[in-house]
């Protein structure tokens, strides 16, 4: 039993984070979970990235104020250019987290049958309802209250 657990800590677990144009909440997502991972001193289990279903945004950084959210709350935040997920990306994954009901859709356009590797973020904070979209509502507290509670929901399922 000692030998498998050695072995299933050996194996890092490959998480990203989806939104529609990878600017605002996948990648606030995605740095959060690297902050919340790394204060438990568990970066090198896991591999966390963010992506979008579109590419409208392709190629740009974190959107400015979702950037100051971050620094707000006090999240390390590296260098983010935005970009599309690919089928060969998907396939790569173990888990895939969507922040809303249309990013399921669009995700399915993109791979395909989706399988059992694809969640809803709050789902992970115990509601079925979508993360709030900060591109349309402004509010980017709420934003990053829903994130956080995602993250914090899914890393205790994962350290389990």
Known sequence: MAIFTQIEHMYM??????????????PMAEYVMKDLVARKGLSDRFEITSGAVSDEEWGNP???????KLREKGVPFGHHSAHKISKAEY?????IIVMDRSNLRWLSRI???LDGKVHM??????QSRDVADPWYTGDFEQTYRDVLAGCEGLLKILEQ
Request: charged residues 30%.
């Open 13 to 26: 677990k490959k998480i990203m984070f989806l939104c529609h144009g990878n600017i605002c909440r996948s």
């Open 91 to 95: 396939d790569d994954k173990d888990m």
């Open 62 to 68: 974190i959107y400015p104020p979702a950037q100051r």
């Open 121 to 126: 973020m709050m789902e992970f904070a115990g």
């Open 111 to 113: 791979v395909g049958d």
